[in-house]
């Protein structure tokens, strides 16, 4: 059983996976791994089995590639850019109102609880769909959807298809707080390009809280359907 002065935080260790579900079942609500330990897939199976039973992973630690790729994207001038999107399947939850930090990962988490319980064939990935209402209105971190694309099934019904079609794109480097100078960005561009914005935004984790405990090192894609 965990002791000391924080018994609700337990770190694990590479040889201690197995011993997940017992500090669960003692209280532990936070998880801390050392990221350099754990391969990406571990990484999210330990969310996984965290998330179904309410408790939350904290990551520590980076390895070389993961700077070079973080470094890669900031030095780089992030420009607007017209991309073909490509059909995917997405495994939804609505965010509940004030649709804060807090009411996202609650629902995100709702589609890894779901997948794990119905062993649904989802991808290691997360996102959001923020209204083009919000963005008009400077709300760019109040998303109502939360998703992870998964590959076809009938095993669930909240899925929604992300359809073929040309978007306005931009990645967005650093904590989700600062996200607005990218929109700013991308909607500049597309007033300057003359095109039409006709969906949502729809917002992809590319390095996220799986696989970087700096939210410093943070990449979210951000695009519009545009005409």
Do not use: M
């Not at 590479?14 to 990221?35: E, M, P, T, Y």
């Not at 059909?87 to 709702?110: G, M």
């Not at 006709?198 to 390095?207: G, L």
């Not at 970087?212 to 894609?221: K, P």
């Amino acid at each position: 059983k965990p002791r000391g002065l924080f018994p609700q935080i337990a770190v694990l260790g590479r040889n201690s996976v197995g011993a997940l579900h017992q500090l669960v079942h003692f209280g532990v609500k936070v998880v801390v791994i050392d990221r350099a330990h754990f391969p990406r897939e571990q990484i999210a199976e330990i969310a996984l089995a965290l998330a179904e039973n309410g408790a939350d992973l904290v990551i520590n630690g980076n390895n070389q590639e993961q700077l070079e790729h973080v470094k890669a994207f900031h030095e780089q001038n992030q420009e607007v850019t017209i991309k073909e999107v490509r059909p995917k399947y997405l495994l939804w939850a609505d965010i509940e109102r004030p649709q804060t930090f807090r009411e996202i990962s609650i629902a995100t988490k709702k589609c890894f609880s779901q997948a794990l319980k119905d062993e649904l064939p989802i991808y290691f990935q997360t996102g959001v769909i923020v209204p083009y209402k919000h963005i008009l209105e400077e709300r760019y971190t109040e998303a109502s959807v939360a998703f992870i694309p998964i590959e076809k099934t009938k095993k669930a019904k909240n899925i929604r298809l992300l359809p073929k079609g040309k978007a306005a794109s931009i990645y967005h480097c650093g904590d989700y707080l600062s996200v607005d100078r990218s929109y700013k960005k991308l909607l500049e561009y597309c007033k300057d390009q003359q095109l039409t914005i006709v969906s949502d935004s729809y917002e992809f984790c590319i390095n996220d809280y799986i696989t970087s405990g700096d939210e410093n090192e943070y990449i979210t894609e951000i695009f519009f359907y545009v005409q």
